[in-house]
C-alpha cells in the first residue's frame, strides 16, 4: 500500500486548470481524500482540452474522487454545504468573489464548519493587483521571470507551468501549517496562495543579487556565469552535453579522467578566478576534449569522475528513465483515450517509500453516489437529484 500520512483528512477540491489540481494532487498523493467537486453538466472543462494540453487532467487528478454537483441550485448548494460540514480543508481557483457568489465563500464555510482550513488560490495575494485576472505567463512577465529566461530583447515562457505549480504548492504549505494551528486551537482559518507572488519568490534571488551587488541582472542565456565551466557542448556524435565544473575538485577529477595534466599544471586555470579570466582560451581546451568522445563515452567518464554533467534531453526521454522508475516511483496513470503512461508522482520519499497511485484521474461524477450515500443521503434522494440534473 502506498504511504499515506495524510489519511484520514477530507480535502473539497473546487478547482480547474492547473493550479488548484496540482494542490489537490499533492495531498492526494500524501493520503488525503480529495473529493473534486465539478459541474453537474459535463464535468471539468480540463477533460475536453486538445493538444498538450489533454493529458493535464489526468496528470493532475489521479487519486481523487469526482462528484458532479449543479452548485447554481438550492439543492446542489445544500449538497456542497453537507459536504463542507464534513470536511478539514476546502481548496479553490477560481476567479475573486466566485465562491462568494456561490455562498461558499470563507465566511460562509467558516459558519458551517469552524475547524475548516480554506485555501484560495489567486493571481495575488491581497493588494492593489488582488481584482486582476492573472495566468502563469502574467506572472512570469510581471516579475521578470519571462526576462530572465530568454535571450535579451526576448523575453520567453519558462518550459513547464512552473508558476501555478508553485502557487499550488505553495498552497499545500500553507495547508499543512493551518492544520498544525488547527491541532493547537481547534479553529480553521483562510489561506491564500498567488501566482504573482510566487513567481516574485523565484526571481527573489535575482533581486538580492542586485541589492549585493549593485549590477541589475541579465538575462540568463547572457549572464556572465560565476563559474568558467558552466554550459554545453558538442560531442563526437554532434550531441549537446551539458558540463558544470564547480569547485577544486571537479577541476581536478577532469583533467584527470581525460589524461590532461597539462591543463590542470597551467597556470591561467590554476582557480576558477584565473579560468574565468581565460574562459575562451580554456573554452576551447574543453571543446576539444568532448568533440573527441561520443556522448556514451562522456557521460561514463563524467560520472565516473562525479563532475555534474546532462545531455541535452526532451520530457520525452523520461518515460524510461531509471532514477525516474526506481523502486516503481512512476505511476501507471491512464490517460483520456485509455492507454496508461508511467508519470512522475510527488517528488518526496518517507524513508524509502515515495506516494503512490490508490486511484486513476476520476470520471466526471464517478464518485456521486459513494460520496452522497457516505452523507446519509438515500437511493431514492439520489436518483430524484439526478433526475432534476441537481448531480450527475
Known sequence: MPIQPLEGLVVLEFTHIVMGPSCGVVLADLGADVIRVEPAADGDRTQRARSTASGSFAYFNRNKRSVCIDLKTQDGLAIARDL???ADVLIEN???GTMDRLGLGWDAVHALNPRLVYLAMKGFLPGPYEHRPALDEVAQFMTGLAYMTGPPGQPLRAGASVVDITGGVMGVIGVLAALRQRDRDGVGQKVTSALYESAAFLVGQHMAGEAATGQPPVPMPARRGGWAIYETFPTKNGEKLFIGITSENHWRSFC???ERPDLYADARFVNNAQRLANRPALRDYITAITQAHDI???CRM?????????????????FD???LNADGRMLPVRMPKGNVANLPTTPICFGDDAPGLRLQPPDAGAHTDDVLRALGYTEDRIAALRRDGTIR
Open 84 to 86: 463542507v460540514r464534513g
Open 94 to 96: 477560481f476567479g475573486p
Open 256 to 258: 584527470t579522467k581525460f
Open 296 to 298: 556514451e563515452t562522456l
Open 302 to 318: 563524467l560520472d565516473e569522475g562525479r563532475i555534474p554533467f546532462s545531455p541535452v534531453r526532451t520530457p520525452s526521454d523520461l
Open 321 to 323: 528513465d531509471p532514477q
